[in-house]
């Protein structure tokens, strides 16, 4: 390698390291004293005294078995210094604590050590792992670069194990020479990731390899807050604390807080590496808020809040709950192993900690406090058990449009029905966005090829796969389109999103650039975005719609996938297809099954389906279609059972030929003891293909059409629309009917009619119909109205000899009372605002379209329900009808409004608007004005290094970088 090239292309595209720095203060800071991490002085007593209750006591003991580990000092490879590391904060906390741990029969005892001299082992313990730490991160060239993240656990718990031990009674008589290894193990760490290897590390930089370093190096400059030495050495720059706490607040505050969580709460790389992050991530914003009290920090003009106490992570908090599987794990979507389970019990203190407890204490790994570095501690110190567990209020099925989820569930028990369909877009598909409005490369790397793939657990069983995880040396094996239960065209499915920069290799000194064209290659594009434009839930229905296409790999296909709730009991799943060419093309439809092969579950072939029989429940899957001939074929292929034990499965193909059909398929689970149902192919081929299921007493009649196909009917089902269904206690009439993307539904007596194109389900019952209905304004009459007394989700009706006529105004449900007028009706609130914008252009939101049956005066309420973290915009006139405000900042805004009639108020509905950044503010704003209080997203900012954020003008770099070593690499031949 030609290393004055190389040279010289580092300092073009990173410029120079960092000036020599000093000690850094807030406002609030707490005293200098020792320890400053975990908790203050004087405040072992009160941690002391908890030991002895459960689950503090079992955790501790945990942490007493760990520090009892033994250990090679002299080895320093990753795994060994890692486990080291682990124990020289555990040795620390003992020691610190004064108290043993055993467990001689079932019971915990914790009681004050025997003597001085059993204490004194633990600190020594903690004092010899110290004094003999690594001090160079392990990355030593290009190709290494990979190990920043084990360098950042490292450097987190050694940090830690020193701040417990001098803030304790130990005799610490080498604190300046622990100091000094850290401070040289942070500087050799910041040197090398924000200048030596920066152009390669930004390869991963913009995921948990940025989140958990810049967390490692922020915690650090706070246990070493004052440190000032020089050595003469390079490293002298780089021994910076202040820089350190520049750099690791800003850079985890805009990774983690800004631009990989979805306006949602999703993290873009998945709950796994969520946690994988937040193991660096949690203890850093937890020492800040105690060392600082929660102070804020400003970094060339941008101001950077308490990461603690941020509504971000709470919202990150939501959607880890929201996700949660009946045993309490992560489903394992993306690079996500099976059981993932997240250290819950550090967060009781925080709003919601009460449902956070809860979460902890349940499913098949309660207290759970692991990781690479291990929470135990954490959690004792921050685990408060006088708040209660409670089960999440929402739900318990759950639709994100920005986190890309459809959570079906009938309930939060352990042994409920549970199904997840993706629908991951924007930021949670990995176009990661920094706080100006740029893309961040490189932050994709964890995402599956999966729009629309689903995920059902039912009776303790995974019943329908999806592949997981098998580690990253083996990823490849289950992230394609055909390792998950989606839709392949020709073979092929979506292309994963990833880098923009094609991978590499170095052989030789030389740049072997990966081959882009094989299945899937890195380039970044919309095949592996998919939307969620439609989701609801009634006691009796719900329903969700997903929206992709594919367009890199296989001609542009559009593909929608409707999931069906029924009864909270099983579910119907219709596909309908277009591939935009006029040649017949192979679709098929894939449907993992958790048996089969060496799954540990029974697989059966059926003559439309198959049948996947567990220890606990079983599964029965039965499809048609619409459009053409199906064919069915069984396939292996492999998934991750449990933290990367590899295993296989049957797959079940529907196959068929031509471009534009639509399947239909019922997934039904069954605990073993229940009697199964009998599900018949009622039409299939045509234009129609339709499903009867006969269940205990009910009958339920569903059927999906092709695209434009028309008016259609299927036994005593007529509709004209994408997906029907009827439903009846198995006589005449129908009590249940549903249209999607549809104008009209019936069965005998009774039918639904739309004036535009919507969904709606309704629900007859002996005193009322009820039901829900999706789409823009619309005119709806149901037949079969025994009269009208009284109302709410509509904003007029009207009695014709057709039936009831009713005017909704937007989505939402809605009830009809035929007996017992209602005196006040409750108003329904809209609104009418672009879905785009930019800042600083003005913009009209308006309310005109709300309305009262009553014709009752309306008041208004308008709220910013949700903004980019930077944003201090506000309304300008928040009670007015209509009203204006100006974004100052990119990202997504959620506003919301209720209205009020005087004597109700409505429920609050809101819109999304997404905004770019747009020309500057004349008053400062995003121009950066001299206001401390206006941040400038445009600035660098952020340490007195370069290129702490890399930025797309990165892969421009990167790409200069290869070609200058690609000349190297010819002149030293040629030489």
């Known amino acids: ?62 942490v007493v078995q760990l520090a009892d580990r033994s250990y090679d000092l002299d080895d320093h490879e990753t795994s060994p210094e890692q486990i080291k590391a682990n124990i020289a904060q555990a040795a620390a906390f003992v020691y610190a604590m004064n108290r043993s741990a055993q467990k001689p029969d079932d019971q915990v005892v914790i009681e004050p050590f025997g003597s001085p001299s059993d204490r004194r082992v633990y600190g020594d313990r903690a004092v010899e792992l110290l004094t003999n730490m690594v001090t160079s991160c392990r990355i030593v060239d290009y190709e290494s670069t990979q190990q920043d993240i084990h360098c950042a656990q490292e450097l987190t718990l050694y940090a830690t194990a020193y701040d417990i031990l001098a803030g304790s009674d130990y005799p610490l008589e080498n604190a300046q020479a622990i100091e000094d290894r850290l401070a040289t193990f942070t500087a050799d760490f910041f040197y090398k990731w924000t200048d030596a290897y920066w152009i390669t590390i930004n390869r991963s930089a913009n995921q948990n390899h940025g989140s958990k370093t810049s967390a490692a190096i ?103 709950l929201s996700i949660l599987m009946p045993d309490g794990t992560f489903p394992p979507f993306d690079d996500c192993t099976p059981g993932g389970s997240h250290f819950w019990g550090v967060f009781s203190q925080l709003p919601g900690g009460a449902t956070y407890r809860w979460a902890w204490e349940r499913g098949v ?43 079906f569930r009938s309930g939060w028990e352990a042994d409920d029905t549970y199904l997840i369909m993706m629908a991951e877009n924007g930021i949670a598909a990995g176009y990661a966005f920094r706080f100006d409005g740029e893309p961040l490369e490189g932050s994709a790397g964890h995402e599956h090829s999966d729009p629309g793939a689903t995920h059902l657990m039912s009776h303790g069983e995974v019943l329908l ?34 880098l923009s920069i094609p991978p590499f290799t170095i052989v030789d000194g030389g740049i072997v650039i990966e081959d882009l064209s094989r299945e899937g290659g890195y380039v970044p594009g919309e095949d592996c975005q998919s939307t969620l434009s439609q989701g609801f839930a009634t006691d009796f229905f ?141 039409s299939e081929g045509g234009n129609l293909a339709a499903l009867k299921i006969t269940r205990s007493g009910r009958v339920e009649l569903a059927a999906v059409a092709t695209p434009g196909a028309g008016s259609l009917t299927a036994d005593s089902l007529s509709f004209e629309g994408s997906f029907a269904l009827a439903g009846s206690n198995g006589i005449d009439p129908a009590d249940v009917l549903t249209v999607a993307d549809g104008i009209s539904v019936s ?33 709806v009459t149901l037949s079969d109205v025994a009269g009208y007394g009284a109302g709410s989700g509509f904003c007029a009706i009207e009695i014709t000899d057709g039936g009831l006529v009713l005017d909704m105004i937007g989505s939402g449900p809605f009830e009809v009372s035929f007996t017992g007028p209602q005196a006040n009706h409750v108003p329904m609130a809209s609104i009418d605002m672009p879905t785009e914008g930019e800042t600083s252009r003005a913009y009209i939101v308006d309310a005109g379209a709300s309305c009262d049956l009553d014709g009752d005066q309306l008041s208004y309420s308008w709220i910013i329900k949700d903004k980019p973290v930077r944003s201090q915009v506000e309304f300008e006139e928040p009670t007015a009808e209509k009203t204006i405000f100006t974004p100052d900042w990119p990202g997504h805004y959620r506003i919301g409004l209720t209205v009020s009639d005087g ?43 370069k290129n702490e954020l890399p930025d797309r003008r990165a892969g421009l770099g990167w790409l200069f970088l290869i070609v200058l070593l690609a000349v190297g690499r010819f002149w030293t031949t040629r030489r």
């Open 542 to 682: 719900e329903h969700a719609r997903v929206q992709a296409q594919y367009f890199s790999k296989v001609p542009s296909t559009s593909w929608t996938r409707r999931m069906t709730f029924v009864d909270k009991q099983y579910f119907i799943q219709a596909d309908t297809v277009t591939v935009e060419d006029a040649q017949a093309h192979q679709l098929e439809l894939l449907n993992h099954l958790n048996g089969g092969g060496t799954s540990g579950g029974q697989f059966e072939q059926t003559e439309k389906g198959a049948i996947v029989t567990r220890p606990a429940a079983s599964l029965i899957v039965q499809v048609a279609l619409a459009g053409g001939d199906v064919s069915f074929s069984v396939s292996q292929d492999v998934h991750d059972a449990w933290h990367w034990r590899e295993e296989t499965h049957a797959v079940l193909h529907a196959e068929t030929e031509g471009n534009q059909v639509a399947f239909i398929t019922v997934y039904y689970p069954l605990a073993n003891a229940q009697a199964a149902p009998i599900i018949e192919t009622v």
């Open 365 to 407: 790994r309660p207290y759970y406090t692991s990781g690479s570095v291990d929470q135990s501690i954490l959690t004792l110190v921050a685990f408060d058990d006088s708040v209660l567990p409670v089960a999440p209020s929402i739900g318990p099925s759950i639709f994100s449009p920005q986190a890309g989820h459809a959570i």
């Open 218 to 320: 922020g915690l650090a400059a706070i246990v070493l807050n004052g440190y000032q030495r020089t050595f003469g050495d390079e490293l002298d720059d780089f021994r910076n604390p202040r820089a350190w706490i520049d750099f690791g607040l800003r850079l985890s505050d805009i990774l983690f807080l800004d631009a990989l969580v979805s306006v949602d709460g999703a993290y873009c790389e998945g709950p796994v590496y969520y946690n994988y992050a937040a193991i660096n991530l949690i203890p850093f914003f937890w020492a800040w808020h105690r060392y600082t009290r929660g102070a804020d920090w400003e970094v060339d003009g941008n101001i950077f809040y308490d990461p603690w106490t941020h509504p971000r992570l709470a919202r990150t908090h939501d959607w880890l």
């Open 903 to 945: 004597q109700a108020t409505s429920l609050e509905t809101s819109a999304l608007i997404w905004v770019e950044l747009g020309e500057p503010l004349l008053d400062g704003g995003l121009d950066g004005g001299q206001d401390a209080g206006q941040q400038n997203p445009t600035s660098g900012g952020g340490c007195a290094c």
């Open 1 to 62: 390698m030609n290393k004055p090239l190389l040279v010289a292309a580092i300092f073009l595209l990173v410029g120079f390291g960092p000036a020599r720095g000093e000690s850094w203060s807030v406002p609030g800071m707490l005293p200098e004293e020792r320890p400053r991490v975990l908790y203050g002085p004087g405040e072992e007593g009160s941690i002391r005294d908890r030991l002895v209750r459960e689950p503090y006591a079992s955790i501790y003991l945990k």
């Open 747 to 779: 069965s005998g007596s009774r039918s639904v009619q739309l004036e535009q194109p919507g969904t709606i389900t309704v629900r007859w019952e002996p005193d009322k119909l009820s039901g829900y209905y999706a789409g823009q304004a619309n005119r």
């Open 465 to 498: 796969l999806d592949s997981g995880y098998l580690g990253w040396e083996n990823h490849d094996k289950v992230r394609w389109p055909k390792n998950h239960n989606i839709l392949l065209v020709d073979g092929k499915g979506p292309q994963i999103t990833q």
